[in-house]
């Protein structure tokens, strides 16, 4: 069994950072991809940023600039560095990560959410 867990959300004002993390734990061989989403109220979840386990890196348009995304591939974590925060950033923001697992399966798993609120 794998869980993902999310820690670092919270309230922040406009123009401030938060660091998200995620720990991946359970019987772990490999982690390839990691990533970030978010859903805010009323709309549909969206990839935010992406890692893979060489360093590669995707970011969807509106974190390009303002978020980074790394990995501590010894701890199996995945972190979120927010900066210049907007309202519109405002979500839950999910942990994702495709892991192999003792049974030699690649599976897909999500985190619980961490709730990234930004007052204007």
């Known amino acids: 069994q794998v869980q993902l867990v999310e820690s670092g959300g919270g309230l922040v004002q406009a123009g401030g950072s938060l660091r998200l993390s995620c720990a991946a734990s359970?019987?772990?061989?490999?982690?390839?991809?990691m990533a970030w989403y978010r859903q805010a109220p009323g709309k549909q979840r969206e990839l935010v940023a992406q890692?893979?386990?060489?360093?590669?890196?995707n970011y969807a348009d509106s974190a390009k600039g303002r978020f980074t995304i790394s990995r501590d591939n010894a701890r199996n974590t995945v972190y979120l560095q927010t900066n210049s925060l907007k309202s519109e950033d405002t979500a839950v923001y999910y942990c994702?990560?495709?892991?192999?697992?003792?049974?030699?399966?690649?599976?897909?798993?999500w985190g619980q959410g961490t709730q990234v609120t930004v007052s204007s």
């Open positions: 994702n990560a495709d892991v192999r697992g003792s049974d030699n399966f690649l599976r897909n798993y």
């Open positions: 359970g019987s772990i061989v490999y982690v390839n991809q």
């Open positions: 890692i893979f386990s060489g360093g590669s890196t």
